[in-house]
């Protein structure tokens, strides 16, 4: 009985990876051509959520947005609005590759996961040279994030802040894979979904 459990459940889990694939732009062909199996899938269920204290998605991906010159152009993120000041986690594991506070994304970190860059911007904090080396540095939230660090999942890089160009405290969370942009959106639905196949 186990046994046929586990064959349902991976089935349901390359279902679930080939829907990921494909939302995330790759054709049949190429993920199928990937064998996407149990392997790959169940990462997603150990994947997390961005945002502590969440309250509402503000802007989706693909929104068109001001260009600054009469015209729009997409969001190329998904926006998560929480109190100024609440913790912002790692998605997933990886490599702290930059760290900035000189741009529209205000003070911000890129962690690399493979094939994934994720970012995050608008956070509290600035930009510091410590020992000859870039970091993040938050002192009130007790945060000192270089680059080179790695990055563990669900670990704390950042606070709910309002650097750059922002309206109001939100995370601006953009993700690319494959040097393509992607919708973290859809990346949050393939976690949700894994994470309740693997409760089932």
Not at 104 to 127: F, K
Not at 165 to 187: C, F, K, S, V
Request: positive net charge; charged residues 20%.
């Amino acid at each position: 009985m186990k046994r046929s459990l586990r064959r349902l459940k991976l089935g349901h889990w390359k279902v679930l990876a080939i829907g990921v694939g494909l939302a995330l732009g790759l054709s049949r062909q190429t993920v199928e051509a990937q064998s996407v199996d149990f392997a790959y899938a169940s990462l997603w269920q150990s994947a997390s959520f961005p945002v502590e204290n969440f309250q509402a998605y503000t802007g989706r991906f693909g929104e068109p947005r001001p260009n600054g010159n009469g015209g729009t152009r997409p969001h190329l993120g998904l926006d998560i609005a929480a109190p100024e000041g609440s913790y912002i986690r790692n998605w997933w594991g990886g490599r702290v590759i930059e760290v900035s506070d000189d741009s529209a994304c205000g003070t911000s970190v890129v962690i690399a996961s493979g094939s994934y860059i994720h970012i995050y911007c608008h956070m509290m904090g600035r930009v510091e040279q410590i020992n000859g080396q870039r970091a993040m540095v938050d002192r009130a939230g007790g945060l000192v994030i270089p680059e080179g660090y790695t990055i563990q999942t669900g670990q704390r890089i950042g606070r709910i802040g309002m650097t750059g160009r922002t309206t109001g405290p939100h995370l601006h969370w953009g993700m690319r894979y494959n040097e393509q942009w992607i919708d973290p959106g859809a990346i949050l639905q393939a976690m949700y979904s894994a994470q309740r196949i693997s409760q089932r």
